[in-house]
């Protein structure tokens, strides 16, 4: 089982960066892929990005294409999401997951959340 971390959130200016980070402890990252979700107030959780284990296949959201950018340091059992030119409506809490699988299918476990406000 694996325990998932996150860090960086914040609140930042419309077209602003973050980093948010994912921190694992229990079982190490490389046994898993790694996604991004978020939710914003009176949503539903919807995905962002995602890595697989190796970290040569990611995916995101069309939403975040262009502007967001996951990866993954298995030696520091740490993911990354590097999120750019950011807008209000990136306004969310932020989760990491983590999926038991060789490349992303769905969550096995998740993070606790880190707040990410965009004001415009």
């Known amino acids: 089982q694996v325990q998932l971390v996150e860090s960086g959130g914040g609140l930042v200016q419309a077209g602003g960066s973050l980093r948010l980070s994912c921190l694992a402890s229990g079982r190490t990252l490389r046994f898993y892929a790694m996604g991004w979700f978020r939710q914003a107030p009176g949503k539903e959780r919807e995905f962002v990005a995602s890595i697989s284990r190796g970290g040569g296949d990611t995916s995101y959201a069309d939403s975040v294409k262009g502007r967001f950018t996951i990866s993954r340091d298995n030696a520091k059992n740490t993911v990354y999401l590097q999120m750019n030119s950011l807008k209000s409506e990136d306004t969310a809490v932020y989760y990491c997951?983590?999926?038991?699988?060789?490349?992303?299918?769905?969550?096995?476990?998740w993070g606790q959340g880190t707040q990410v406000t965009v004001a415009s």
């Open positions: 997951a983590a999926d038991q699988g060789v490349i992303w299918s769905a969550p096995d476990y």
